[in-house]
Structure formats: C-alpha cells, structure tokens
C-alpha cells in the first residue's frame, strides 16, 4: 500500500512537512499577533528569513485549511487507498 501524500515545503537545503501541528502553529501566526521571530522558533527555524519564505511559499489553500478539515481528509485518503488496496 502506497503512502498517503505529504506536502513538504523547501526552504533552502530545509525541507518543512505541512503537518497538523504545522498548520495549527501557522493559524496560529495568521491569527494572533505574533511575528516572524516567534514563528521561526515554534517551527524550528534558523530565523525570521526562513519563516518569512515558508510564508511566501506556502499555498494560500492550505494556509486557509481548518485543522478539522486536513485531518478528515488525510483518513478520507487513507481510507480510499486501504479499499484499493484490498479490492486489488
């Protein structure tokens, strides 16, 4: 059985998988007040540069997409390929 898709951003020779706790830390920053320093350290960044290029990068879909939202469909696609597979 396949995996279910990833996304990864890559910042310099960094790669940043968009996770659930990556987008609640980024709904977070569009949220709040909170600059880039803070969002850089929350998400292991070297700095607000890089922070600032994970932001640039990202789709804006994904930025936009609740929590709740991403989880469902990461089973619905788990779910999709598991029934693939056993139909097979």
Sequence with gaps: MSEAPQYVIRIGDKEIEVNLETLNIIREYLHRPMGLDELA?????????????????????????????????????????KETSEAQ
């Design 41 to 81: 350290e929350k998400l292991g960044l070297e700095g607000w540069d890089e922070a600032y290029e994970l932001i640039k990068k990202i789709p804006a879909w994904i930025i936009w997409t609740p929590p709740t939202l991403w989880k469902y469909r990461a089973g619905w696609i788990e779910r999709r390929e």
